[in-house]
């Protein structure tokens, strides 16, 4: 079993949309959760942060942490078309990883007009 | 700052032959991690340094696959002999070791190897 389990999809929403995106994960020592963006032939960028457990909310992203399901969520309201990308979740602890994140393997969301 | 530049963008090389890809971290950051996606198995995780040490290379597929940090802000990443099924696309994102920050990535490298 991976550390970080995703969804690849694809999704294909239309326009206006509330898209939903998950992940679990099985390390309990994870407390770090993000959300990265990666729009085709770029690199991953970061769309949202959370630590522990929580919602957070920023303009039409709100990022979901339950870390006693071991569960998080990335939830679009009124979604674009340029919000077309793949969205990978991303974890870490505290420190003893050095920085090193574990990712799960991405959802390919498509926004149609 | 210009954040985590990789070069070559595009390589397209026979079987066979060597290939190095490069990276240079974001100034201030200490930890480096090269990863490879595709289709297939998403973002894998090859090689990580921290103050220029590896830390773990259990991710690096074979021997043909070898890294280095000569200095604090400089990487390379070697395949040699280069195989079609290393056609993918190489990414290195830098960060700090303190845990639980941002890691920035590279624009990456699309290697073909025909």
């Known amino acids: 079993q991976k550390e970080v389990e995703q969804d690849p999809g694809p999704l294909s929403v239309p326009e206006g949309a509330i898209v939903s995106l998950n992940c679990t994960y099985s390390n309990s020592a994870f407390q770090y959760f993000m959300w990265y963006r990666q729009y085709s032939r770029k690199g991953p960028e970061l769309l949202m942060y959370?630590?522990?457990?929580g919602n957070k909310e920023d303009g039409r992203f709100t990022a979901q942490v339950d870390k006693s399901s071991k569960y998080i969520s990335l939830f679009i309201r009124d979604s674009q078309p340029s919000d077309s990308a793949t969205y990978l979740c991303?974890?870490?602890?505290?420190?003893?990883?050095?920085?090193?994140?574990?990712f799960g393997r991405g959802t390919q969301l498509t926004v149609w007009p | 700052d210009a954040g985590v530049i990789q070069s070559p963008r595009h390589e397209v090389t026979e079987m066979g032959q060597e290939v190095t890809l490069r990276c240079k971290l974001i100034?201030?950051?200490?930890?480096l991690f090269w990863y490879r996606q595709t289709m297939m198995r998403g973002l894998e995780l090859l090689i990580y340094?921290?103050?220029?040490?590896?830390?773990?290379d259990s991710g690096m597929p074979e021997d043909r696959f070898s890294a280095k940090m000569p200095n604090a802000s400089f990487s390379t990443l070697k395949i040699q002999p280069s195989e079609p099924r290393d056609s993918a696309v190489y990414f290195c994102?830098?960060?700090?070791?303190?845990?639980?920050?941002?890691?920035?990535f590279g624009q990456g490298t699309r290697l073909t190897v025909v």
């Open positions: 100034s201030g950051h200490n930890s």
């Open positions: 340094f921290n103050n220029n040490v590896p830390i773990d």
């Open positions: 994102a830098s960060t700090t070791d303190r845990g639980g920050t941002e890691a920035f």
């Open positions: 959370t630590y522990s457990s």
């Open positions: 991303a974890m870490t602890d505290r420190g003893s990883t050095l920085g090193r994140l574990y």
